[in-house]
């Protein structure tokens, strides 16, 4: 006996594919969600963390920021004592140094030289004098230049020829100069005679 199937299988078989691709692409969509649902929560934890990490360290710099600002006040405490211990030194050094510029100076002038007037600002001194002769005045600039430690960086800065009256009828010519000179501090004085005495010694 011959069986005969009158009943539309194709659209059967065709309405059964249909749902199980329905089936299978809500399943794909639940999946697809979840995965996604995971990453966010994924991503959403790292990025609280290293929010929780960036907190962290926004503290810590606020913390070293201060430390920095303390350090500062103490280097600039640090120098202002520096200076005024260096400003202590040198009213110190520079007691004697009145007795030092006279005592070099009754040495370094040569004979046939003589000081009119002397005038000191900071270091450097200004002095005014006669001469018998300009040769004269070139030596005592060759003695504060090289023979002494006390003088530094003498400057002829004018030398002109006057007359000076011995007595009414004797008038000697006479070479009139102004120059100055740099005082050297003691500590400095010291640091240059050994230095020569350690040239000398080689």
């Known amino acids: 006996m011959i069986l005969i199937n009158l009943l539309p299988h194709r659209e059967a078989a065709r309405k059964r594919r249909r749902e199980a691709f329905q089936a299978v692409m809500l399943m ?5 969600l979840a ?8 991503f959403q934890v790292m990025i609280d963390d290293q929010q929780e990490r960036n907190n962290f360290l926004r503290g810590e710099i606020k913390v070293l920021e201060g430390q920095i600002k303390e350090i500062a006040t103490i280097e600039e405490e ?12 040198d009213l110190q050094s520079d007691r004697n140094l009145p007795v ?3 005592n070099e100076l009754v ?5 046939g030289v003589y000081i009119t007037s002397l005038k000191q600002q900071d270091q450097v001194v200004t002095m005014q004098g006669m001469a018998q002769s300009n040769e004269r005045v070139s030596e005592m600039l060759r003695n ?14 004018e030398i002109v020829a006057a007359n000076v009256a011995l007595s009414p009828k004797d008038q000697r010519r006479v070479a009139s100069f102004n120059l ?11 640091q240059g005679a050994d230095a020569a005495s350690a040239a000398a010694g080689k």
């Open 35 to 42: 995965i996604a649902a995971v990453i966010y929560w994924w």
């Open 28 to 32: 794909s969509a639940l999946a697809g």
């Open 78 to 89: 640090i120098a202002a004592l520096q200076a005024r211990q260096k400003a202590v030194e």
């Open 144 to 157: 504060l230049a090289s023979n002494t430690p006390w003088f530094s960086k003498p400057e002829l800065v």
């Open 100 to 102: 030092h510029l006279l």
């Open 180 to 190: 100055r000179f740099r005082l050297v501090r003691s500590s400095e004085a010291q």
């Open 107 to 111: 040495m370094q002038l040569p004979e």
